[in-house]
């Protein structure tokens, strides 16, 4: 009902740089928050950036500093700008919206993922 379109995943040198960026839609589907979360081999998912519809954000601490999230809220698309990328940054990274279908609660969408790999 939620479909995802993802892009900007892909292999970088230690201190490089990428942007993320994922679209989210459906028919009657109201959005609040948006972001990402990741997830590496052998860890759980954990939330990497978030933003709300306000624009107010949230980091993970390992983040702070060199992961920049924005929002156009007119075209529901989130961005995720990466920077002085780590080895320990590499995973999964999954799109999620918060939000709610017609006459459903809020509740959390995700996308498929797109992978992040970089190398030392």
């Known amino acids: 009902q939620v479909q995802f379109v993802e892009s900007g995943g892909g292999l970088v040198q230690a201190g490089g740089s990428l942007r993320l960026s994922c679209a989210a839609s459906?028919?009657?589907?109201?959005?609040?928050?948006m972001g990402w979360y990741r997830q590496a081999p052998g860890n759980q998912r954990e939330l990497v950036a978030g933003?709300?519809?306000?624009?107010?954000?949230n980091y993970a601490d390992s983040v702070k500093g060199r992961f920049t999230i924005s929002r156009d809220n007119a075209k529901n698309t989130v961005y995720l700008q990466m920077n002085s990328l780590k080895p320990e940054d590499t995973a999964v990274y999954y799109c999620?919206?918060?939000?709610?279908?017609?006459?459903?609660?809020?509740?959390?969408?995700w996308g498929q993922g797109t992978q992040v790999t970089v190398s030392s």
């Open positions: 999620y919206a918060e939000g709610s279908l017609l006459l459903s609660s809020s509740r959390t969408y």
């Open positions: 459906g028919s009657t589907f109201r959005i609040n928050a």
């Open positions: 933003i709300s519809s306000g624009g107010s954000t």
